[in-house]
């Protein structure tokens, strides 16, 4: 099946910094990718849609300038979290869609700041 | 609008026992789909199933089988003989048009299996 991966797949960081997570989608394009974010014992929120060569899609409550999301081809998107805040803590998880009932996931990146 | 739940935020059975998680979902489409996804301890998702709004017709795939009743609104998942690596966190999810088809997520449900 078609794979996503996403990198790195832990980071830890000082508050106040800023941290880039790539996703790629490895055998396939996608013009659309999505970013969940997951807290512990939580169930993976929907941040924001990245369609290729356009701005992202942020959903209600999310910061966009906070989260950029950069979508420049069609095999990566990336989210940087800019300032980190220890309440950032979260585990990210991206998803690369091929049509519109089909969405690989990745493996997730799990990001501490300190 | 769109919505997922899953009632149960933890089951433990024993070994061989089976469990069924229930998933209910609510959209105004009648074009949709809907999912399930196991996610282990290490985090990473696993794709179970995808079912669309206009296939009613259950599932069985080994020990898994789904239960989709459009009248209810139900999308359940039912695990015989369940096994100790069943041990996750599942979840089900929804697609609609009206979403844009993003992929929302229900709650999950933990399910703990014992030896």
């Known amino acids: 099946g078609a794979v996503v991966s996403q990198h790195p797949s832990w980071v830890i960081c000082k508050s106040g910094t800023s941290v880039k997570i790539e996703c790629r989608s490895l055998?396939?394009?996608?013009?659309?990718m999505f970013w969940y974010r997951q807290f512990p014992k939580q169930s993976l929120m929907l941040m924001a849609t990245s369609n290729e060569g356009s701005k992202a899609t942020y959903e209600q409550g999310v910061e966009k300038d906070k989260f950029l999301i950069n979508h420049a081809s069609l095999t990566l998107s990336t989210l940087t979290v800019t300032s980190a805040h220890p309440e950032d803590s979260s585990f990210y998880i991206c998803s690369a869609r091929v049509i519109t009932d089909t969405q690989y996931f990745g493996p997730g990146t799990r990001l501490t700041v300190l | 609008a769109q919505k997922v739940t899953q009632a149960q935020t933890e089951i433990s059975v024993v070994e061989k026992e089976d469990v069924t998680l229930d998933c209910v979902y609510e959209?105004?489409?009648?074009?949709?789909?809907l999912f399930w996804y196991k996610q282990p301890p290490s985090g990473e998702l696993v794709f179970l199933i995808r079912?669309?709004?206009?296939?009613?017709q259950n599932e069985i795939s080994g020990r898994y089988s789904w239960n989709f009743q459009k009248s209810t609104s139900s999308f359940n998942f039912t695990i015989t003989a369940s096994q100790v690596v069943d041990s996750a966190v599942y979840f089900c999810?929804?697609?609609?048009?009206?979403?844009?088809?993003?992929?929302?997520f229900g709650a999950g449900t933990r399910l703990f299996v014992k030896a």
């Open positions: 055998d396939f394009q996608a013009t659309t």
């Open positions: 999810a929804l697609s609609d048009n009206t979403g844009g088809f993003k992929t929302i």
């Open positions: 079912r669309n709004s206009f296939d009613e």
């Open positions: 959209t105004r489409d009648t074009t949709y789909y």
